[in-house]
């Protein structure tokens, strides 16, 4: 359910120009009055944790601190702050930051990060006095005063060694509009270190990004160590150490969720799994058959078979593995995109399977859908598919306990929404970070990509609720995410693929805001914080744009 629109009381009138808050706070989405009171820090300042608090708050309120005393991020004006200088020399002093929890609110971050999504508790009411003195930052959980921290740490900025804020006088209950917001990475196509995931684990959880979707394996690897099916990663990883074991996902798992995110592991079913062949030929139809256009959505080609019951009883018990090393978190991606009909149509096995059973192909993959969906729903997560198992194969999939991956078009999330299905935002003609890149296949010369690049702008104007007019879709929209495929991407460009488009989307799910033009100073802001904090994320504009906002606008 959609959070209702908090409350806010703001206790000055002018506008501030250098805002960084990113994604804006939902009470300061559309406000014509910000505030605008200059307050310095103490150089005693602290931050009181609440009583009881876990250690994964205790860590956050250190690195917080961290953050804040080394950021030294100069005011985006074209005198990179100077201009603040009377101001900032008479300044009252904040001298701490006080954190509070209410009720019996869970005092873990990681605890609250891996329920159901629309039972987190994200919310807190920040309170930066303009008289100085003490801030106040108030959640009923950990993850909500995680969320405050981060808001607070973006109001500060250095002018000579002093951190003030021009923003002072901030009295804000905040709260995401929807309960949702993720980021997917393709690690198979090519390999992502630890340290890369944990990089964009942490820029992730600065704009208040919750979930992880771990595309993990694809058709042309697989680098997941699963216990009990190690021969995947033993025959289909590109290289011995290219893989991820059982700690690294364990580490992955327990960094993400101390920075208030969820992971989910997408294990793409029966599409894209080609490179399973190398240690079961038996389950693969047409691997690697050519040319693979005819046979897959790209190379190489090869499918599960569905039709064949130890293909199907093996992948069922894959799907527990994969559960049982992914304990916590809600959801569990079985995949379902781009499944190839002439794969199974010219594979005699699958054939024969069809023929002894009376089955059709649609038939039998939405059994084997089905089946493997039950597996996931059974140990008490949901299961997460790709649009067309529910939209071109009419796979009855339960309501309850499915979520539906809308990527094909934004316009179809209103055939999901007809279905009753709970829909994540994927769309590529708006949230694909890799399109535009030219294509990628060779002997194409002049190629481009199939979809187009998609801007921040053009990502930042994307509603959520386009074409669903009835409360009843609309509650369907469980919220949306960035995707990342890696055809082109590789750990050297990873940081500047994502960011600050990334940001972009997760604003988008957040607070909602609508005003591209007002939003760019504060992206800019935020892309500059990125990276003083070591995360490659691109220039937006030229500098000088940067500190004179709307001066590079076209009609300016």
């Not at 908090?6 to 505030?35: E, F, H, I, N």
């Not at 060694?161 to 209950?173: F, P, S």
């Not at 599409?271 to 040319?291: L, N, Q, R, W």
Request: with cysteine; aromatic share 10%; proline share 6%.
């Amino acid at each position: 359910m959609r959070s209702p629109l908090p409350a806010v009381a703001l206790l000055a009138t002018a506008v501030s120009t250098v805002s960084g808050l990113w994604p804006l706070p939902v009470p300061l989405v559309g406000s014509d009055s910000l505030p605008s009171a200059t307050v310095k820090l103490s150089p005693g300042f602290s931050i009181k944790a609440p009583k009881g608090a876990g250690r994964d708050l205790s860590d956050a309120i250190t690195r917080s601190q961290g953050y804040i005393k080394k950021d030294k991020l100069p005011a985006l004006t074209p005198g990179a702050g100077s201009e603040y200088a009377d101001k900032v020399s008479s300044a009252p002093l904040l001298t701490k930051l006080t954190l509070s929890l209410t009720g019996n609110g869970t005092k873990s971050i990681a605890e609250e990060a891996v329920k159901p999504f629309r039972q987190r508790s994200e919310g807190y009411t920040l309170v930066v006095p303009a008289g100085g003195g003490e801030a106040t930052l108030t959640a009923d959980s950990a993850l909500g005063l995680f969320r405050g921290l981060t808001t607070f740490e973006q109001l500060w900025y250095d002018l000579s060694g002093v951190t003030y804020t021009v923003e002072a006088g901030l009295n804000i209950q905040d709260a995401p509009k929807y309960p949702y917001r993720g980021l997917m990475l393709d690690t198979a196509r090519n390999y992502f270190t630890v340290d890369d995931i944990k990089r964009t684990i942490d820029a992730m959880s600065w704009t208040k990004l919750n979930n992880f979707h771990w595309h993990i394996v694809d058709a042309q690897s697989f680098p997941l160590v699963i216990p009990g099916f190690e021969d995947l990663s033993q025959k289909g990883a590109y290289f011995p150490g290219q893989v991820y074991n059982a700690k690294d996902v364990a580490d992955v798992i327990s960094y993400a969720a101390a920075r208030g995110i969820s992971v989910m592991p997408e294990i793409d079913t029966p599409g894209h799994t080609s490179v399973i062949s190398k240690a079961h030929p038996e389950f693969i139809a047409c691997p690697e058959k050519t040319p693979w256009a005819s046979y897959s959505a790209e190379p190489p080609a090869g499918q599960i078979r569905i039709a064949d019951s130890a293909a199907v009883s093996w992948t069922q018990n894959l799907f527990k593995a994969t559960a049982k090393l992914f304990k916590t978190g809600p959801f569990l991606s079985i995949g379902g995109d781009e499944v190839n009909a002439k794969c199974y149509q010219e594979d005699s096995e699958t054939q024969a399977s069809l023929s002894a059973s009376g089955k059709t192909i649609d038939q039998a993959l939405s059994d084997f859908v089905l089946g493997n969906a039950k597996v996931v729903t059974d140990v008490g997560k949901t299961a997460v598919v790709w649009e067309e198992m529910v939209l071109d194969h009419n796979i009855a999939l339960p309501q309850n306990g499915t979520a539906v991956l809308s990527w094909i078009s934004s316009a179809n999330a209103k055939s999901i929404a007809a279905k009753g299905y709970d829909i994540i935002h994927a769309p590529s003609d708006y949230f694909y970070l890799d399109c535009g890149h030219g294509a990628w296949v060779g002997a194409f010369p002049g190629g481009q990509s199939w979809c187009s690049f998609n801007s921040w702008q053009h990502a930042y104007s994307f509603d959520p609720l386009s074409n669903l007019t009835s409360e009843a879709e609309q509650k369907l929209v469980l919220g949306g995410q960035a995707l990342l495929w890696a055809e082109q991407s590789n750990r050297y460009s990873l940081d500047n693929t994502l960011w600050p488009r990334a940001a972009s989307i997760g604003e988008v799910f957040w607070s909602a805001g609508k005003d591209i033009s007002a939003a760019l100073s504060r992206l800019h802001a935020f892309s500059y914080r990125l990276q003083k904090r070591g995360i490659g994320s691109i220039a937006l504009q030229p500098h000088w744009c940067a500190v004179r906002p709307g001066a590079c606008d076209l009609t300016a």
